[in-house]
């Protein structure tokens, strides 16, 4: 009853008064979002598409997951300025119109930057501003651009960003989500990196914030997801190091921690490793990244090259991050139906190959099925890394006292429907079977990675209370009348 009369008030405050019964009530705030997107269409002529035309569908294959491609609004809105955001959002907002926002279109579930009709897409592919400052040191990005885009430029003069490992992953929501980077050792989250955002905000207000003007906000957007505003420009310092020398379970998950101990003396290494399927068969990778010129890469990844046979060798000469990120991009190629989970725990041998272990279990039956294959990664967040991540005083709550840890990311791919369910039920049981093994083992770390989390994971609530209290605060302040909490779908909110 109340959801009628709720929708019935929606309708009446868009002018539309008809309705006896529901039918109608339903086809009143289809009209509210249809009258959205024409005063969008005529505030922002030639950048409002809609369904079943050849530019809404070409919009579509942008995004990453096969879930997401099978979302159709009722309209996509592609701004090019801030400006225009800031009358999308304005309009939105007057209109009580339900939207969501893409960047890359990599977050891999269903609703994460994508909504099905009654709702709008804010596409910000052509936001894609790029200028490096006189000094080099700070380059000015729209959330239009990939990593490409930026590495490429920035490597005529060796320089690059804490950036992703994929050159087709978005800068915004990445950025607006943490970014785990192969520069991470030494610089921490790649969002620990930004000196400057410029974002609209709930009541289509232009911010510009960093650490001397809006510091709270600019703090509360390195946790931004889809609670604060919409980042129409990323100010991201650059780092020297545009030259790399890229990249048996047990051996090689000791090796790995091995590596992760010598980060503190050598930093510019990053890696990771893989047991999984793919390709009809059982696999296991180890792969490395050396972000440095001065040849401690030897030293830093010795324990790892001697697991002979395993290594995914990146260790050669003129490889940037380009490179690397496109050799990632061809293992895990955009299009098909995926489901990925995670959690964080203390590095430890045992327990890693106890859930690659289960994996195997798990994934057994799915071992047949079209296009399977699934991957248990593990990542590394040194204490290095989430020292430098607490010295630039994230909202994530990571420190170096949490230790060593692992970050798992466990992703399955797929060709068919049919095989949806089956496979949420598959990750879900191993997410539960990761938080309780490493509770029982005192390993588990509360901290949630939201890039890689399930739709509806608690990961506010694991960057610690203190944290989130202050989020909320921040919030509030920008958004009194909580428009983004109401109008905004997908990404991550912040709990009530
Ligand atoms: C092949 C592949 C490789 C990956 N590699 C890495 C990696 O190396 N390291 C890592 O940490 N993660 C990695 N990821 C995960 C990745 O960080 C997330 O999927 C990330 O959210 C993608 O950002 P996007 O802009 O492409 O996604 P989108 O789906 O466009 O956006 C993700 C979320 O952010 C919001 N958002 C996007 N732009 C804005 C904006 N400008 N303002 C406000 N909100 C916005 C969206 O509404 C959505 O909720 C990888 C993913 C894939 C598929
Ligand atoms: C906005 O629309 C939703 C339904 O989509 C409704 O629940 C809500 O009451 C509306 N709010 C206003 C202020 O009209
Ligand atoms: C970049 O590094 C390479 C290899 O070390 C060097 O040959 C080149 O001169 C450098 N270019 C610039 C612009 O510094
Ligand atoms: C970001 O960089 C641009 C270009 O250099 C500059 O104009 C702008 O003031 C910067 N914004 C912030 C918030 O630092
Ligand atoms: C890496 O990419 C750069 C262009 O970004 C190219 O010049 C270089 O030859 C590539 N290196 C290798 C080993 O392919």
């Known amino acids: 009853m109340r959801h009628w009369a709720l929708i019935a008030t929606a309708a009446s405050l868009l002018g539309l008064h008809s309705v006896e019964g529901v039918p109608s009530l339903i086809r009143s705030v289809e009209q509210g979002v249809s009258s959205c997107c024409s005063i969008l269409a005529s505030r922002l002529p030639g950048k409002i598409f809609f369904p079943g035309t050849a530019a809404f569908d070409s919009q579509l294959t942008k995004y990453y997951s096969a879930e997401e491609r099978a979302l159709v609004s009722a309209c996509r809105v592609n701004p090019a300025t801030a400006q225009e955001v800031s ?36 596409d910000l592919r052509m936001l894609t501003s790029y200028l490096l400052s006189a000094d080099k040191k700070v380059v000015a990005v729209g959330p239009g651009l990939n990593f490409r885009v930026i590495y490429e430029n920035l490597a005529q003069f060796n320089l690059t960003v804490v950036g992703a490992r994929s050159n087709t992953v978005g800068v915004g929501g990445f ?8 520069l991470g050792p030494a610089h921490g989250f790649a969002n620990d990196n930004i000196v400057g955002y410029q974002a609209v905000i709930a009541n289509g207000q232009i911010v510009e914030c960093s650490s001397t003007s809006n510091s709270d906000l600019f703090w509360a957007l390195r946790a931004g997801s889809t609670n604060f505003g919409i980042v129409t420009q990323f100010n991201i310092s650059t780092y020297s190091g545009g030259v790399m020398w890229g990249e048996r379970e047990r051996e090689l998950s000791d090796a790995f921690i091995a590596f992760m101990k010598k980060l503190k003396q050598f930093p510019l290494g990053g890696a990771s490793f893989i047991s999984g399927f793919n390709g009809g068969q059982d696999t296991l990778v180890g792969g490395f990244a050396y972000l440095g010129t001065d040849g401690s890469n030897t030293e830093l990844f010795s324990d ?3 697991v002979q046979g395993i290594v995914f060798d990146s260790i050669r000469p003129n490889v940037n991050q380009v490179n690397i990120s496109a050799e990632i991009d061809a293992s895990f190629p955009p299009g098909l ?51 430098a991540s607490h010295a630039k005083n994230s909202p ?64 506010y609530e694991g960057y610690g209370a203190d944290n989130l209290a202050r989020l909320k605060q921040i919030q509030h302040k920008y958004d009194p009348q909580g428009v983004f909490a109401k109008l905004w779908s997908g990404g991550f909110k912040i709990p009530k």
């Open 396 to 459: 994530q709550g990571l420190s170096g006292t949490d230790g060593d840890l692992f970050l798992l990311n466990i992703f399955a791919y797929w060709n068919e429907e049919a095989d949806d369910a089956g496979l949420d039920v598959a990750i879900r049981e191993m997410i539960d079977y990761s938080n309780s093994e490493a509770e029982a083992r005192g390993l588990w770390n509360p901290w949630i990675y939201l890039n890689y989390a399930f739709p509806g994971e608690a990961v």
């Open 337 to 387: 139906r995926t489901q990925w989970g995670t959690m964080t725990f203390r590095a430890n041998t045992q327990l890693a190959l106890d859930i690659s272990e289960k994996g195997r279990e798990v994934f057994a039956p799915f071992t047949g099925r079209p296009g399977f294959s699934y991957n248990i990664g593990y990542q590394s967040l040194a204490a290095p890394m989430l020292d």
């Open 87 to 122: 009358a999308a959002v304005s309009i939105l907002g007057a209109g009580n119109c339900s939207f969501a926002v893409v960047s890359g279109g990599h977050m891999f579930w269903s609703g994460a930057s994508n909504i099905g009709a009654p709702g709008i897409t804010i």
């Open 175 to 182: 950025l607006l989500g943490g970014g785990v980077s192969n």
């Open 304 to 306: 790892m090259l001697a």
